[in-house]
Each structure stands twice: as structure tokens, then as C-alpha cells.
């Protein structure tokens, strides 16, 4: 029940902003060439001068030390994700994936955002925005990490346990990247083994897509736009 009420409050989101293509973002860019952004698990693996090297690379670029960097920040369609601390499965059941999933619907939709696609992992999630108040998305963020981290933590009856890491953004910069990035939201529960089939996985728009499109449409999307190497080495 909760899965179909989801679908019908996204639905009066999924419209074009005014004045927009949807397939047309008014602006395009990318992140700069040559910066790798480390994940917290990641960077606690370097020895001490490759930490120290890293932060002043990072900060002589105005970036923070070590959250993901966002220098684009301008209105446009992004590929949001978030992974959870140290990639470790805490949204693993159903239930707390479509909290989650209500969670992210009821902060986003009243703060405006227009969601086009979804899909909830055990260890990560993401989602395809556009956005049009950027600096707004940390405040949304705040939210539905701080009251999933106090849910969570209570029900597991731990304490101080960190749950998420920062969000990391995408500017998707053309037709073809948006529907790649729609095909691999998609696909990513396949790619990482959790189901055969894209249509088996529950907490993902591709069942929003099928009942306002069509399977036909979906299959025609993924032969025109392969996925091919999208998420190699930021989704592995």
C-alpha cells in the first residue's frame, strides 16, 4: 500500500520545470578532470602522507577536507547519491527501505524538487533531481539522515553509530547522459547482484516507469541509451 501511495505523490512531480526540456537542461558542465573523490572507507585505507596530500589538493581546490566536493552548483538535473558509512548494508530490509524511500518523497516533494527517478540499495541510493535550490539539498539531507540515524540506531539498540555519508551529485549534461542515468538507476540492483531482473526489485522507479509507460518503452530507452561503463569506479 505504501509502494502505490509513493507513486501517486511523484507522480504530480514528474513534470517538466517551466521553461525546460526535459531532456534539455539549460546548463550543461561537468566536475573538473583529474580530482578523485575518496569515500570515508576509502580514505581511512591511506597511510598517513597520502591523507596529508590529499587534504591540501583538496582545499587548495576550495573544496572541504573530506566530504564530496559539489563545484557545480547551478539549476539543472543531477544524479544524487549517498552511501552509507563505511558502504555497510543498514538499509537491508524492506521496511527500512521504504521509510527511507517516504522519507526522501516527503522532504524533497514539499521543498519543491521535481524527482524523476529512484532506486534504495542495502549500503546506497540514488536518485535523479532536478534541482533548482542546490544549497537546499544538504538542509534536506540533514533531515532524512538525522531522523533515519535516530530511528535505526533505536531499533538496533545501538548508540552513536554513524549511518551515512555525505551525498555526492552528478550534473547530468545532455540527453543522452539522462537517459543512461534513468537506464542505470534502473539497472543498479542487477548490477550489484540483489535481483535477476530489474522489474524484482521493489524500492526503484522502474515500477512507476512501467505503469505510466510501459515495458516497451523501458526496453526501447535501454537499447537506444546503454548503460555500458556508467558507475565504473565511483559504483562499484
Given at each position: 500500500m505504501?509502494?502505490y501511495?509513493?507513486?501517486?505523490c511523484?507522480k504530480?512531480?514528474?513534470?517538466?520545470?517551466?521553461?525546460?526540456?526535459?531532456?534539455?537542461?539549460?546548463?550543461?558542465?561537468?566536475?573538473p578532470?583529474?580530482?578523485?573523490?575518496?569515500?570515508?572507507?576509502?580514505?581511512?585505507?591511506?597511510?598517513?602522507?597520502?591523507r596529508?596530500?590529499?587534504?591540501?589538493?583538496?582545499?587548495?581546490?576550495?573544496?572541504?577536507p573530506h566530504?564530496?566536493?559539489?563545484?557545480?552548483?547551478?539549476?539543472?538535473?543531477?544524479?544524487?547519491?549517498v552511501?552509507?558509512?563505511?558502504?555497510?548494508?543498514?538499509?537491508?530490509?524492506?521496511?527500512?527501505?521504504?521509510?527511507?524511500l517516504?522519507l526522501?518523497?516527503?522532504?524533497?516533494?514539499?521543498?519543491?524538487?521535481?524527482i524523476?527517478?529512484?532506486?534504495?540499495?542495502?549500503?546506497?541510493?540514488?536518485?535523479?533531481?532536478?534541482?533548482?535550490?542546490f544549497?537546499?539539498?544538504?538542509?534536506?539531507?540533514n533531515?532524512?539522515?538525522?531522523?533515519?540515524?535516530?530511528?535505526?540506531?533505536?531499533?538496533?539498540?545501538?548508540?552513536k553509530r554513524?549511518?551515512?555519508?555525505?551525498?555526492?551529485?552528478r550534473?547530468?549534461?545532455?540527453?543522452?547522459?539522462?537517459?543512461?542515468?534513468?537506464?542505470?538507476?534502473?539497472?543498479?540492483?542487477?548490477?550489484?547482484?540483489?535481483?535477476?531482473?530489474?522489474?524484482?526489485?521493489?524500492?526503484?522507479?522502474?515500477?512507476?516507469?512501467?505503469?505510466?509507460?510501459?515495458?516497451?518503452?523501458?526496453?526501447?530507452?535501454?537499447?537506444?541509451?546503454?548503460?555500458?561503463d556508467?558507475?565504473?569506479?565511483?559504483?562499484?
Amino acid at each position: 500500500m505504501a509502494h502505490y501511495f509513493m507513486i501517486s505523490c511523484v507522480k504530480t512531480m514528474v513534470v517538466s520545470p517551466s521553461g525546460l526540456n526535459p531532456l534539455q537542461p539549460k546548463n550543461t558542465g561537468e566536475s573538473p578532470k583529474g580530482l578523485t573523490t575518496f569515500m570515508m572507507y576509502e580514505y581511512r585505507k591511506l597511510t598517513p602522507e597520502q591523507r596529508k596530500e590529499l587534504v591540501k589538493q583538496r582545499l587548495a581546490k576550495g573544496f572541504p577536507p573530506h566530504s564530496p566536493p559539489h563545484p557545480i552548483q547551478i539549476e539543472a538535473f543531477y544524479l544524487l547519491t549517498v552511501a552509507c558509512y563505511e558502504h555497510q548494508p543498514y538499509i537491508s530490509t524492506p521496511h527500512r527501505r521504504q521509510e527511507l524511500l517516504n522519507l526522501i518523497f516527503e522532504q524533497f516533494i514539499n521543498a519543491g524538487f521535481d524527482i524523476r527517478a529512484w532506486v534504495i540499495l542495502p549500503n546506497h541510493y540514488h536518485l535523479l533531481v532536478y534541482v533548482d535550490k542546490f544549497p537546499e539539498l544538504s538542509r534536506l539531507f540533514n533531515i532524512i539522515h538525522g531522523r533515519t540515524s535516530r530511528y535505526w540506531n533505536l531499533e538496533d539498540q545501538v548508540t552513536k553509530r554513524k549511518i551515512w555519508y555525505s551525498f555526492s551529485d552528478r550534473m547530468i549534461r545532455n540527453d543522452n547522459h539522462y537517459y543512461q542515468t534513468l537506464n542505470y538507476l534502473h539497472f543498479n540492483p542487477v548490477k550489484h547482484d540483489y535481483v535477476p531482473s530489474p522489474y524484482d526489485w521493489e524500492e526503484s522507479s522502474v515500477h512507476w516507469y512501467i505503469e505510466d509507460y510501459g515495458r516497451q518503452w523501458l526496453r526501447d530507452a535501454w537499447v537506444q541509451y546503454p548503460v555500458k561503463d556508467y558507475g565504473k569506479d565511483w559504483d562499484d
